[in-house]
């Protein structure tokens, strides 16, 4: 039979519409005459889903695929740059069939709310300009169901929305990425768009609106917040709607400005009276300080794709008050399981009292405290934790435990403490051992005194999206010997690329820690031979940023002086420390092995550009 490229174009043209997006890509790269083909036939993928998050290191591409699993691609800035525009005008080239969604979301640095405003709109610009010539040189609008931005401000959403196919849109999501909570969102360009006016469903989080509430009214589907409603407000809303004939729910949140008493007497003034199941009704959150004007169905009638979508909005702190509305929510929630917005978590134990305090990704954090003096307590916390690990499906960027240490404390107390301490470990262990998946985390903070204790948790952390370890034993008087024979077995040892330990004596064998890029362990004694071995271990590694080795004062700076000149091939001084040695990388010639030292403290190992140290060094050979 023919050769693939042989073929009849018809024949081609019918095979391609059986691959997904990256096989077309595949088959592109394989010859000049079948890149020559796709470009000139334009097969349309089979692309449902694209997001695009964008933050200060990184461009990640996220692509839903009807034919295949969902992809995620991360391009380094500004490295892969190039390679990301080449890769997305590819895509969109082929983009014939309408999105289901597109997601633009621009992440801000860690550092934005000390940064003034006038960096933060700039920050994104140059992402925004170039997404939107791509979008512009398009013969057609982007089609695309659902456009969900977390964007910084209403500039960045003209950058990208009048550029989506008006006709296609359905359903418009914007949520803050900077700011305050409940700030004002300049919509007044954004509303004149005609996407806006024809989308049907609108979702807002986190900031309030000014603009008219006519701009709003069209959509079948709306959740806004504003920060004053009033009788003339809801008369004017409620005539709206009764010759609305496609309106689903209009969900109006507000500033608590007003009592019960006078919400009351404003929509008895409005509506001919309430009944039980199907009504229309106010709720007002006093934890929270937000009210809600519903005109809707009731929330446990709607369809459950409505509430999913709603679901989806919530921090973790609003869907367990909405849990707690009826048994038909609550069962709903725990049916469905919906991811929740945690992304640190932080558990501190004493005698008395357990703190459990986690951050959700607005960077908003909650703490809750639970007595340890009854049983009950002790019951409700674990029954709350339980529940948000039940939810928690993202990756948690911390998770700390810590068990607080005191010195001089008697025997009795001392024995209080521990038993308290053995008794949350092995409850905290109960949970997460039989998790269908593992706790993903990327940061693990332990504070506690032994081996055993943090064998409670370790093994139960996912080995493969581990990435730093933290152990201190607490503010002991002395440092300790801390044997971690059993830890330094375990996969999430050996997966994590950072360890930081303080205060304790490390005894197991170098060559269980030289695998992680920066490391800071502690050890009583060091010799040539150690030093050689580290040297040995550390010398190939690409990846290594700092190796530190702290040890007790044992030696004098002589002493140092000959194991450095032992191991190491020369010796160079830089502008901070006054020695350092180097040994030269068998293979590279553009880096060396460094180490700096403070006599009788530490030893400090990383890698050096070559340039650096080739003006002033001094070989021993």
């Not at 020559?36 to 036939?41: A, G, N």
Request: charged share 30%; proline share 5%; with cysteine.
């Amino acid at each position: 039979m023919p050769t693939l490229n042989e073929m009849p174009k018809v024949v081609l043209t019918d095979i391609m519409d059986y691959l997904d997006f990256r096989s077309i890509m595949l088959l592109r790269k394989v010859c000049r005459d079948f890149c020559t083909f796709i470009d000139e036939l334009v097969p349309s993928s089979s692309i449902i889903g694209l997001g695009l998050t964008v933050d200060q290191e990184r461009i990640e591409l996220g692509l839903e695929d009807s034919l295949a699993e969902f992809r995620k691609v991360t391009y380094s800035k500004p490295d892969q740059e190039v390679n990301f525009w080449k890769d997305l005008e590819m895509i969109l080239k082929h983009q014939k069939c309408h999105l289901e969604y597109f997601t633009v979301d621009l992440e801000p640095p860690e550092e934005h709310k000390t940064l003034d405003q006038s960096i933060l709109e700039k920050l994104h610009s140059v992402f925004l300009d170039k997404l939107q010539n791509i979008l512009t040189s398009r013969k057609i609008p982007l089609k695309a169901a659902s456009f969900n931005l977390v964007v910084g401000d209403q500039n960045e959403i003209m950058t990208i929305l009048p550029y989506i196919d008006s006709e296609k849109l359905e359903e418009i999501l914007i949520f803050p990425a900077t700011g305050p909570h409940m700030r004002v969102f300049k919509l007044d360009q954004v509303v004149e768009t005609e996407q806006w006016k024809n989308a049907k469903e609108l979702g807002t989080s986190n900031f309030m609106v000014e603009e008219p509430l006519e701009k709003f009214t069209h959509l079948e589907r709306c959740r806004i917040c504003v920060d004053t409603i009033s009788l003339e407000l809801l008369r004017s809303l409620k005539e709206i709607f009764f010759n609305h004939p496609t309106l689903e729910y209009f969900e109006l949140h507000h500033e608590p400005h007003y009592k019960g008493r006078e919400l009351k007497n404003w929509f008895e003034q409005l509506f001919e009276g309430t009944y039980p199941d199907e009504k229309t009704f106010y709720q007002f959150d006093p934890a929270t300080s937000i009210g809600s004007l519903f005109l809707m169905t009731s929330l446990n009638k709607m369809p459950d794709i409505v509430l999913s979508a709603i679901i989806e909005n919530l921090d973790f702190r609003s869907l367990m008050i909405l849990r707690k509305t009826c048994h038909d929510i609550r069962n709903f929630i725990d049916d469905s399981i919906p991811a929740s917005s945690i992304t640190e978590i932080q558990l501190n134990v004493n005698p008395e009292q357990v703190v459990l305090e986690f951050m959700y990704s607005e960077s908003v954090s909650q703490e809750k405290l639970y007595s340890l003096c009854g049983q009950e307590a002790f019951d409700l916390l674990w029954k709350d934790f339980e529940i948000i690990l039940k939810h928690q499906k993202l990756i948690l960027k911390s998770f700390s435990v810590t068990l607080e240490y005191k010195n001089g404390l008697n025997k009795l107390e001392a024995s209080v403490r521990e038993r308290v301490n053995l008794r949350f470990m092995s409850q905290l262990k109960a949970l997460l051992e039989p998790r269908k998946r593992p706790l993903q985390v990327e940061k693990l903070d332990l504070i506690m005194g032994e081996q055993e204790k943090i064998m409670c948790v370790l093994p139960y952390i996912d080995a493969d999206k581990i990435n730093e370890i933290m152990i201190y034993p607490g503010p002991k008087r002395e440092t300790v010997v801390f044997p971690l024979d059993k830890v330094v077995e375990t996969e999430q040892w050996k997966n994590a690329k950072k360890l930081a330990t303080s205060n304790f004596v490390v005894v197991e064998p170098i060559e269980k820690f030289t695998h992680f890029d920066n490391c800071r362990i502690f050890m009583d004694t060091i010799s040539v031979e150690m030093i050689q071995k580290l040297k040995e271990n550390l010398l190939f590694s690409k990846t290594l940023k700092s190796f530190e080795l702290n040890h007790r004062p044992h030696y004098q700076s002589p002493e140092l002086t000959h194991i450095f000149r032992t191991v190491f091939d020369g010796s160079f001084q830089d502008d901070i420390y006054e020695d350092s040695w180097f040994s030269r990388i068998p293979g590279d010639n553009e880096h060396a092995l460094v180490i700096r030292s403070c006599y009788y403290s530490w030893i400090t190992f990383s890698r050096r550009e070559w340039f650096m140290i080739k003006p002033n060094y001094e070989r021993f050979n």
